[in-house]
T-cell receptor, first 118, second 112 residues
Framework: GAGVSQSPSNKVTEKGKDVELRCDPI?????LYWYRQSLGQGLEFLIY????????KSGLPSDRFSAERTGGSVSTLTIQRTQQEDSAVYLC????????????????FGQGTRLTVV | QKEVEQNSGPLSVPEGAIASLNCTYS??????FFWYRQYSGKSPELIMS????GDKEDGRFTAQLNKASQYVSLLIRDSQPSDSATYLC????????????FGTGTRLTIIP
């Protein structure tokens, strides 16, 4: 596609329910990031997928959070047993891989999913 | 220790003046540097990328990179109220397949 696409744009869920957020990266981009941004705060790194390498999960805040990337393209972020503190905007970004000096690895962001846990 | 640091601001600049935003990064092999602009309630938008020492100009924006001193800056000339936003610095540290690392952002306000 022309850009990074995220769905849904907005999600309201009840505390304790599971949610799935989807990210469709730019075609050909092998790197994919998930970030979380609470109101008025900076970007909080969650997870990074790079080609066929094991994902960098160092930013996942708890074991209720997981993500997968199928076929090196679409990614799904799953939050189990949602809590009110999970309310935030979840942003996905994709880029080319940094495999040679001078590689253009600009990351482009989707429009985000605003998650509200009530 | 943070790897990419920015002054959180807020930075207030009169309309028409030059806004100067700075970013420092830790002592690691780094290759790619980016500036993003984020309006309130919107996603970050890439506005500049720079890969080698020196200046890179694009319209009213100039990115400056000094690898020896480990800083990258963004200058906005003839600042406009529409430039009011949070500016995020991002660095690709190269040690294998390193992820993009963001600073916490500087909030810029252009005063009419």
């Amino acid at each position: 596609g022309a850009g990074v696409s995220q769905s849904p744009s907005n999600k309201v869920t009840e505390k304790g329910k599971d949610v799935e957020l989807r990210c469709d990266p730019i075609s050909g981009h092998t790197a994919l990031y998930w970030y979380r941004q609470s109101l008025g705060q900076g970007l909080e790194f969650l997870i990074y997928f790079q080609g066929n390498s094991a994902p960098d999960k160092s930013g996942l805040p708890s074991d209720r959070f997981s993500a997968e990337r199928t076929g090196g393209s679409v990614s799904t972020l799953t939050i189990q047993r949602t809590q009110q503190e999970d309310s935030a905007v979840y942003l996905c970004a994709s880029s080319l891989s940094f495999v040679y000096e001078g590689a253009h690895t600009e990351a482009f962001f989707g429009q985000g999913t605003r998650l509200t846990v009530v | 220790q943070k790897e990419v640091e920015q002054n959180s601001g807020p930075l207030s600049v009169p309309e028409g003046a030059i806004a100067s935003l700075n970013c420092t990064y830790s002592d690691r092999v780094s290759q790619s540097f980016f500036w993003y602009r984020q309006y309130s309630g919107k996603s970050p938008e890439l506005i500049m990328s720079i890969y080698s020492n020196g200046d890179k100009e694009d319209g009213r924006f100039t990115a400056q990179l000094n690898k020896a001193s480990q800083y990258v800056s963004l200058l906005i000339r003839d600042s406009q109220p529409s430039d009011s936003a949070t500016y995020l610095c991002a660095v690709n540290f190269w040690f294998g397949n390193e992820k993009l690392t963001f600073g916490t952002g500087t909030r810029l306000t252009i005063i009419p």
